[in-house]
T-cell receptor, first 113, second 113 residues
Framework: DAGVTQSPTHLIKTRGQQVTLRCSPKSGHDTVSWYQQALGQGPQFIFQ???????QRGNFPDRFSGHQFPNYSSELNVNALLLGDSALYLC????????????FGPGTRLTVT | GNSVTQMEGPVTLSEEAFLTINCTYTATGYPSLFWYVQYPGEGLQLLLKATKADDKGSNKGFEATYRKETTSFHLEKGSVQVSDSAVYFC????????????FGTGTRLLVSP
């Protein structure tokens, strides 16, 4: 049973560029949440996708956007990168919108120079 | 809003010592409570959870009890091992409305032989 997978593992971008991160949920899961974890901090919620729509959003600017595909996989896009966007980006999957557990992927380490 | 406060680290222990990592929360209603562990270079793994007051979550020798009266969910282990060295995150999720995870800032545990 494949768990949550994310790609790429590491990424280096320059300020002002755009980046796309990808996530495949655990088999049987249909909901994907994205979190940003800055160095030395706890993860912060970015947004959640369910039924191909953004359902809820944390306190992140519009530069952060996403998408969910019919196979439940998801992308996180960040435009006009800032140095402060350097972080570990974590994807978590779950089943439906209920109180079920969220399973996390290994993350994508984004470095903005 | 909902929040989680953890004791600051690092917590440095010798192998076989007793571990306590304090966690308190602020939330409306009755959230579910979680402990996640993050090993170096990896994503988050769910360690244990509790969904209602007085529940005790346990896994791999770790335990935590949901204390509504003190709004706490302290993590304990009777005898730590070197392999327990990691960062531990306390988190909550509301059981009504939108159910994102809210994390503490994490506590680094270092266990020496």
């Amino acid at each position: 049973d494949a768990g949550v997978t994310q790609s790429p593992t590491h990424l280096i971008k320059t300020r002002g560029q755009q980046v796309t991160l990808r996530c495949s949920p655990k088999s049987g899961h249909d909901t994907v949440s994205w979190y940003q974890q800055a160095l030395g901090q706890g993860p912060q919620f970015i947004f959640q996708y369910y039924e191909e729509e953004e359902r809820q959003r944390g306190n992140f600017p519009d530069r952060f956007s996403g998408h969910q595909f019919p196979n439940y996989s998801s992308e996180l896009n960040v435009n006009a990168l800032l140095l402060g966007d350097s972080a570990l980006y974590l994807c978590a999957s779950s089943l439906g919108q209920g109180p079920g557990e969220q399973y996390f992927g290994p993350g994508t380490r984004l470095t903005v120079t | 809003g909902n929040s989680v406060t953890q004791m600051e680290g690092p917590v440095t222990l010798s192998e076989e010592a007793f571990l306590t990592i304090n966690c308190t929360y602020t939330a409306t209603g009755y959230p579910s409570l979680f402990w996640y562990v993050q090993y170096p270079g990896e994503g988050l793994q769910l360690l244990l959870k509790a969904t209602k007051a007085d529940d005790k979550g346990s896994n791999k020798g770790f335990e935590a009890t949901y204390r509504k009266e003190t709004t706490s969910f302290h993590l304990e282990k009777g005898s730590v091992q070197v392999s327990d060295s990691a960062v531990y995150f306390c988190a909550l999720k509301a059981n009504t409305g939108f159910q994102k995870l809210v994390f503490g800032t994490g506590t680094r545990l270092l266990v020496s032989p």
